[in-house]
């Protein structure tokens, strides 16, 4: 049994013992509930005050019963206590009641399911950019490890609505399903997607395949019918890498040296109905002077897309720019627009 089951268990035994001691008074010596409390209390602690009442044979033999109990349940108490102590439940339930205080104060972070290399990588990508992270995994040794570099984390099983409320999903930005099992991740973007039907789910696929002669089928469109916003798979994103690399490597290494040297980045910014840059033209509004970025892209509303907007194309309510520029240009553009 553990400590913490056998501490609670003590408990509920002094308790269960005081209860009785009260009853047995109140059969016994026909006492009031007052009197009984008073005299089963000091019984219990052994502090010997003066009894309310001369008790009868019975009443004294009743005594020596409620002592004897009371003494074993409370010895059996203080040593559940101290093993809680030793074992360092009591440090670790304070721990887990300050990480949990610190996950309820946040809002718009993103949940990692599954830390494993993926994950380890997103967070460190993540916190480039100051994104406020909650790992959700099951592995104590992990937890451990992300305690020691103070990310925050719930131990438990990504796939019950219990943990995945616990790392703050009613109120979190986004949530990434990065377990290695497809199974696994289908069954997150389930749950998470009846919980929050408008969360934005980014899910990991390990079976990329989309050709239907292969024996397994893609587990990408099994994730999008869960309620994946996105479906990633590392398998493809290596090997699109690899085949620029061959094809286009000036092209990759452009791009590699300015995210390494973090001038350039790419970003989207999203219009929303009190920004001063609605029902502007591209050519009239100063995100370039402002903001130092060029638009390459707007995403309408709608889910239209216009790729290399004509200078005269015109910004709507609801719009997301695809910008390119100097690092940090959608918080340039954030505050330009407030």
């Known amino acids: 049994m553990s400590p913490k089951r056998r501490l609670l268990l003590s408990i509920l035994l002094v308790a269960g013992i005081y209860v009785v001691g009260v009853v047995g008074y109140v059969v016994i010596e026909d ?30 033999a009743w ?48 949940i990692l399911c599954g830390y494993g290399r993926m994950g380890e990588l997103t967070i460190k ?15 104590a040794d992990i937890c451990q490890k992300l305690r020691e570099q103070n990310i925050l984390y719930v131990q438990g099983d990504a796939t019950e609505e219990e943990t995945l409320t616990e790392a703050g999903l009613m109120v979190c930005g986004a949530l990434l399903a990065s377990l290695s099992s497809d199974a696994e991740n289908v069954y997150i973007t ?4 009846g919980l929050r039907p ?26 999008k019918r869960a309620g ?36 350039l980045e790419m970003d989207e910014f999203v219009v929303e109905h009190h920004s001063p840059l609605c029902d502007m033209t591209l050519k009239d509004a100063p995100i370039r002077e402002k903001a ?25 309510q609801g719009d997301i720019l695809i910008m390119i520029g100097q690092a940090g240009v959608s918080n340039r553009l954030r505050n330009l627009t407030r």
Not at 125 to 139: A, C, F, P
Not at 296 to 314: L, S, W
């Open 63 to 110: 005594t020596i019963v409620v002592i004897t109990l009371g003494v074993t349940g409370v010895s059996f108490a203080i040593t559940s206590l101290v093993s809680l102590a030793v074992s360092g439940d009591i440090n670790t339930l304070v721990g887990r009641r300050k990480l949990q205080s610190a996950i309820n104060q946040l809002e718009n972070h993103v």
């Open 125 to 139: 990508n993540l916190q480039k950019m100051n994104v406020e992270i909650v790992v959700i995994e099951r592995d």
């Open 292 to 316: 130092g970025a060029t638009v390459v892209a707007i995403k309408r509303a709608t889910g239209e897309a216009v790729y290399q907007p004509d200078p005269n194309e015109r910004i709507r």
């Open 228 to 263: 994946a916003t996105r479906v990633v798979c590392p398998q493809i994103i290596g090997a699109t890498k690899v085949s620029n690399i061959l094809t286009r490597p000036n092209v990759v290494d452009f791009f590699e040296v300015a995210a390494e040297g973090i001038e």
């Open 31 to 60: 006492s009031a509930i007052f009197d009984a409390m008073y005299m089963t209390t000091i019984t219990l602690s052994t502090v010997g005050f003066r009894e309310t009442v001369d008790l009868h044979p019975a009443g004294r």
């Open 198 to 223: 408008g969360l934005t789910i980014v899910a990991r696929a390990e079976q990329p395949s989309t050709e239907p002669k292969l024996e397994q089928p893609s587990t990408e469109p099994k994730l």
């Open 190 to 193: 389930l749950t998470a997607r």
